[in-house]
Each structure stands twice: as structure tokens, then as C-alpha cells.
């Protein structure tokens, strides 16, 4: 998928991180994995209609992890998986 950056075109960062099917981000500055089914509760932004179906430039700004509001940390691992962000992103216009 492609995105436009205002100088150009790049590739979207779409590189799933998942472990192994488990659902698990590796997350190294916390020496843990974030389990995706305790992530609930999240919020978009940069959803431009002009760029469906791909919608590469929507992220996650706010989610819970467990109940709990998650740190910048944790947004900034989930939103490297562009995959995850992309089927968020689907259940939640959906």
C-alpha cells in the first residue's frame, strides 16, 4: 500500500509484528508482550475517506490495555503493526 507524504510517495509500514499466531506484540522495552485481546477501547485519528480501502495514515491514538489506559510506549508498539491497526481500524468504522 502506498501513502502520500506531501513530497511524495512511500510505502505505508504494514509489517505485521505478531508472534507466531499467538496475538502477542513483542514489546522490547518492556521485556513483555502485549496480549491483543487486552486491547480494548480504541480511538483513531488520521481516517481520510480519500484513502480507502487502505486507510495507511489512521492510528491509534488512545486504547486500554487490561482495563488500564495505555502508555505512549504501548501506542507507539501497536501502531508499528500496521496490520493490527488496519483490522481496528475495520471493526471499528464496521
Known sequence: MLRHDG?????CNNQPTLNSG?????NKNYMKTLDYTKISDIEFDGIDTEDY???CDAFITNAN??????TEQQLEE????GSFVYESLMNHLY
Open 7 to 11: 513530497q511524495g510517495q512511500e510505502e
Open 65 to 70: 490495555y487490561d482495563g488500564e489506559p495505555m
Open 22 to 26: 499467538t496475538g502477542d506484540i513483542p
Open 78 to 81: 501497536i501502531n508499528k503493526d
Open 53 to 55: 480501502p487502505d486507510f
